[in-house]
């Protein structure tokens, strides 16, 4: 007996797409995780200008913290973040139990890029270079000075910034010695 030309093309047509892969399985594959994070600046120039306002900032809080007769580092948690933070909150302690702080005024220029990371993270979202003088800088215990002997020259750093996810602001991950030669 013959079949219809429709039956025979319906056999085949199932056939060919059994064996090419096209029949759904059982077998189901989870969707690949996408990242929730989206880079905060549009620009390399968006991001230096946001991490030249949060280094301006964290030396403010900074130099506040360590002013005489502060004895409470929390405003060191909205500038800084990760083991940098937990660095300053040493240094702070130590600080204290010491006695010293800080008279004088910290500034920066010359902040050049060094990479803004569009990846799917908050950390090392950017690097910069920048001058750091902290020549106005001096530490003081009961009212004398202690150091330093001599003005300390403008050096170069590394500063890292993280993007914290809470306040979607720029926080100091890390702040580094590049260069001991003046700038």
Known sequence: MRQPNLLRLSIGTLLLATLSGCVPSDASTAPAPTSTFVAPYASDEEALAAAEEAYAEYTRVSLETYREGVTDPAALSSVASGEHLVELL??????????????????????????????????????????????????????????????????????VFDLSPDSNTLLVSARDIWSTDAC
Do not use: H, W
């Open 90 to 159: 040493e240094e702070f302690e130590e600080r204290v139990a010491d006695g010293r702080y800080l008279v004088g005024d910290e500034s920066f220029d010359q902040v050049v890029l060094q990479r803004y990371s569009r990846d799917s993270s908050p950390n090392e979202v950017i690097a910069v270079y920048l001058c750091d003088d902290l020549s106005k800088l001096s530490i003081y215990r009961d009212g004398e000075k202690i150091g330093p002997k001599a003005p300390v020259s403008a050096m170069t750093m590394q500063v």
